[in-house]
């Protein structure tokens, strides 16, 4: 099945051509064709002595995955807590990122060209300037930045 989102009109769905997430309040865009999936509420366990980058593990169907922290100043965590997260990739090589709510599916069509620079965010040397979709009611909307899901997990491991 192939994600759909409406236009403007909303006359006429669109295919989504790739999906994009808010982490730590910046939307970064994925590249067409990675494997994602959205867990909503996961349960995930800290790791003593890990870096603050690392949120802890989580389960999924059996394989324990990495969970990174991509807010600018993470959150020490003691116990389990549960959060949003975005799994990327296919287990047993995947990794997971904290997120603000659900991906979106976006249309590359749909977007206007942006003349911005780079957010100032923890995975910022991972990430390029894409786009913005346009608002609903003809404003600017919200930027879009491009990233790689391997650079955007090195950049967060450096940092």
């Known amino acids: 099945m192939t ?12 295919p989504a051509t790739r999906f994009g ?12 064709g990675t494997a994602l999936e959205f867990v909503a509420d996961a349960a995930i366990y800290p790791l003593p002595l890990a870096p603050a980058r690392i949120a ?26 549960r959060r949003d997260v975005l799994v990327v990739g296919k287990p047993p090589q995947a990794a997971a990122l904290l997120v603000d709510g659900p991906p979106q599916p976006l249309v590359d069509a749909s977007w206007q060209p942006i003349d911005e620079r780079l957010p100032d965010c923890p995975f910022a040397s991972a990430i390029d300037v894409v786009g913005r979709e346009p608002g609903q009611r003809g404003g600017p909307g919200e930027p879009w930045y491009g990233a790689d899901p391997e650079r955007l997990f090195e950049a967060l491991a450096r940092s």
């Open 3 to 14: 994600p759909r989102s409406s236009d403007d009109a909303g006359a006429v769905p669109l």
């Open 56 to 81: 802890g593990l989580m389960q999924l169907r059996g394989q324990p995955l990495v969970v990174l922290d991509p807010s600018t100043e993470p959150a020490a965590a003691t116990s389990m807590r």
């Open 21 to 32: 997430a808010r982490l730590g309040g910046v939307g970064v865009a994925l590249p067409v």
